[in-house]
């Protein structure tokens, strides 16, 4: 079954280390995006992709960079974490030529202690 | 720039009774598409509907309609026969195009009890 995925779920982890949060896809899709979701809830784009090699920031400045080497992984790596960054992370996709419906994975929340 | 605003934080619906949702939005665009999306508590964000500007017809799927008034830019979700199970926060969003990014509103937290 076609679906999105992130791992981990729940990460609690000391200031200064590295972090990399992982989001797989088995839709083909070309798009894939990277939320923020602050406790008020709102959604803030911090990156996204158009495709293989294609990386973009996005509304909201982050300290995070991604990277897009296949078409089903996005990567988001933060190389030092801040308690700043305890946030829920969504990954998305979406198809490009056919419709813009972005399909959610399930989320990660990250504490930063 | 586009922006969406959902004016209800939160709401609250006994649970078999009907709720709406306000969302309105402003853009100067012509075809773009809408989108309510479910955030439940702890889990996944679905899609809930979706409302292609160019089609008059409202949208529905199953107990989850919309009343969609272009001229007024406003996206407003009924859900019917509420469930404990809609307990979740709902997101409108807009896109204008297959190439743009999806814009959010701030969100309505819909709390159904029985």
């Known amino acids: 079954e076609a679906d999105i995925y992130q791992t981990p779920r729940y990460l609690v982890i000391g200031t200064g280390k590295k972090i990399t949060l992982e989001c797989s896809q088995t839709?083909?899709?070309?798009?894939m995006y990277w939320y923020q979701q602050d406790p008020g809830m709102e959604l803030h784009l911090i990156h996204y992709?158009?495709?293989?090699?294609?990386?973009e920031k996005g509304d909201l400045s982050s300290e995070s960079t991604v990277s897009r080497i296949r078409t089903e992984h996005f990567p988001l790596t933060l190389e030092s974490a801040r308690p700043s960054h305890t946030s829920q992370y969504l990954c998305?996709?979406?198809?490009?030529?056919?419709?813009?419906?972005?399909?959610f994975g399930p989320g990660t929340r990250l504490t930063v202690l | 720039a586009q922006t969406v605003t959902q004016s209800q934080p939160e709401m609250s619906v006994q649970e078999a009774e009907t709720v709406t949702l306000s969302c309105t939005y402003d853009?100067?665009?012509?075809?773009?598409?809408l989108f309510w999306y479910k955030q439940p508590p702890s889990r996944q964000m679905i899609l809930v509907i979706r409302?292609?500007?160019?089609?008059?017809q409202n949208a529905t799927e199953n107990r989850f309609s919309v009343n969609f008034q272009k001229a007024a830019k406003s996206f407003s979700l009924k859900i019917s026969d509420s469930q404990l199970g809609d307990t979740a926060m709902y997101f409108c969003?807009?896109?204008?195009?297959?190439?743009?990014?999806?814009?959010f509103g701030g969100g309505t937290r819909l709390m159904v009890k029985p």
């Open positions: 998305a996709s979406s198809d490009l030529v056919y419709t813009d419906t972005q399909y």
């Open positions: 839709m083909g899709h070309d798009k």
């Open positions: 992709s158009y495709g293989v090699n294609s990386t």
């Open positions: 853009t100067s665009e012509n075809n773009y598409y």
């Open positions: 409302q292609e500007a160019y089609k008059q």
């Open positions: 969003a807009f896109v204008y195009n297959a190439g743009n990014m999806l814009t």
